[in-house]
């Protein structure tokens, strides 16, 4: 019988063998095909820097609680649907790229820190993040016959990588590990550095 803290290893042993094997995994932006509901439900598991990202912004939540476990999450989802109105609008928005990959390294450190800002100032720094997503996802989608279906994907496996996130603290503190939040975060940050890098 395995324990709770085996179980827990090797899911995420597990988890991080399928991503690594996935094609086209190391790439930021894998395949820009015909996009509908479908595609939009894949892309953030296909990116590490959205999938690394996403899943901080719940992991943070969860690991400040009460409203927080709400709030960032839903403020992340509108603000990226914002982020993507303005690039179907054409308006652009630099450094877009520089904005993703600075969000894994910085909200990956503040899990790994156990910050915990203001509730204000958490949900205007999820928010800024993720008008740089919403506006690398709307350039996509301009390109995109079904535009609207694909946005809906994404928005939906943003909310769904949110609440795996959330439910990360809580089930780590039923097994007394607390500090493998801060572990999850460390890892997302380096691996911001290793994106950087890359």
């Known amino acids: 019988m395995l324990s ?3 179980a827990l290893a090797i899911l995420w042993v ?8 996935q094609p086209e995994t190391a790439h930021a932006h894998p395949g820009h095909g015909p996009h509908g509901l479908a595609h939009g439900l894949a892309h953030p598991l296909l990116g590490w820097d959205h999938l690394l ?11 400040r609680g009460g409203r927080s476990r709400w709030i960032l ?11 993507g109105a303005l690039a179907l609008a054409g308006i652009s928005l630099p450094g877009a790229e520089a904005g993703i990959l600075a969000s894994v390294l910085v909200l990956g450190s503040l ?28 350039m996509e989608m301009r390109q995109s016959a079904s535009g609207a279906f694909y946005g809906l994907g994404f928005c939906l496996s943003t909310a769904l990588l949110h609440a795996a996130g959330v439910g990360l ?4 503190s039923r097994i007394s590990e607390e500090r493998f939040v801060r572990f999850a975060g460390a890892a997302i940050g380096i691996a911001g550095i290793a994106l950087v890098v890359a």
């Open 4 to 6: 709770n803290r085996s």
């Open 14 to 21: 597990a988890a991080i063998a399928f991503l690594t094997l």
């Open 53 to 63: 990202a996403m899943l901080a912004v719940g992991i943070w939540a969860g690991q």
């Open 73 to 83: 999450p839903s403020a992340f989802v509108v603000s990226m649907a914002a982020g």
């Open 111 to 138: 899990i790994a820190a156990a910050v915990r800002f203001p509730l204000v100032a958490s949900v205007a720094l999820v928010a800024a993040f993720a008008v740089f997503h919403g506006h690398a996802h709307g």
């Open 169 to 172: 603290p809580a089930l780590l």
